[in-house]
């Protein structure tokens, strides 16, 4: 059960674009279309910002979007805003049928 | 709405136990299942367990299996974990979590405050 692989941090301007990714193996990220994506800031509970690899629960902006490709999942978010600043996690359904997260990545807004 | 409300934290000696509660209300709880998440100071989200709709299922991670148990009431609308010969490094905040579907893990749609647990002599 080792965690998805994450940057430990990416930053952007107001108003520009970043991705996140998210690589694991053929027995998670790989083999499911179940990979999600959480927005966290400290203190508070996370939040499922896309789930299905590519779809945004009801009330996500669509400044967010996910994609996948071979054992690497990704999120990208336009339009950056000062409200996007928090820490970022992937998750994965596994072989296992156990649940992985990715260590995290911390947005900066700059 | 849907709400979920941990409680059960707290300070526990190396060895020790201590069961988490969390009261679900606002959906229809035996239709989902459920997970706990675990964040340490200073670290990343990483999964605990989780249960079937049914309860029927469970699943662990390697650093708890064989010490934790997780279990589900759906009459009360309640999901627990008994944490036995607890570590240092359980030392976390534990979070319930409400999956969108009934078996396969795809996705926590809701979550609960968290509840810390600190093990400490």
């Known amino acids: 059960q080792s965690a998805l692989t994450q940057p430990a941090s990416v930053s952007g301007s107001p108003g520009q674009s970043i991705t996140i990714s998210c690589t694991g193996t053929s027995s998670d990220v790989g083999g499911y279309n179940y990979v999600s994506w959480y927005q966290h800031h400290p203190g508070k509970a996370p939040k499922l910002m896309i789930y299905?690899?590519?779809n945004r629960p009801s009330g996500v902006s669509n400044r967010f979007s996910g994609s996948k490709s071979g054992n690497t999942a990704s999120l990208a978010i336009s339009g950056l805003q000062a409200e996007d600043e928090a820490d970022y996690y992937c998750t994965s359904y596994t072989s296992s049928s156990t649940v992985v997260f990715g260590g995290g990545t911390k947005l900066t807004v700059l | 709405e849907v709400q979920l409300l941990e409680s059960g934290g707290g300070l526990v000696q190396p060895g020790g136990s201590l069961r988490l509660s969390c009261a679900a209300s606002g959906f229809t709880f035996s239709s989902y299942a459920m997970s706990w998440v675990r964040q340490a100071p200073g670290k990343g989200l990483e999964w605990v367990s989780a249960?079937?709709?049914?309860?029927?299922?469970?699943y662990y991670a390697d650093s708890v299996k064989g010490r934790f148990t997780i279990s589900r009431d759906n009459s009360k609308n309640t999901l627990d974990l008994q944490m036995n010969s607890l570590r240092a490094e359980d030392t976390a905040v534990y979070f319930c979590?409400?999956?969108?579907?009934?078996?396969?893990?795809?996705?926590?749609?809701?979550w609960g405050q968290g509840t810390l647990v600190t093990v400490s002599s």
């Open positions: 299905d690899v590519s």
């Open positions: 979590a409400k999956d969108r579907y009934n078996t396969k893990s795809r996705g926590f749609d809701f």
């Open positions: 249960i079937s709709g049914s309860g029927g299922s469970t």
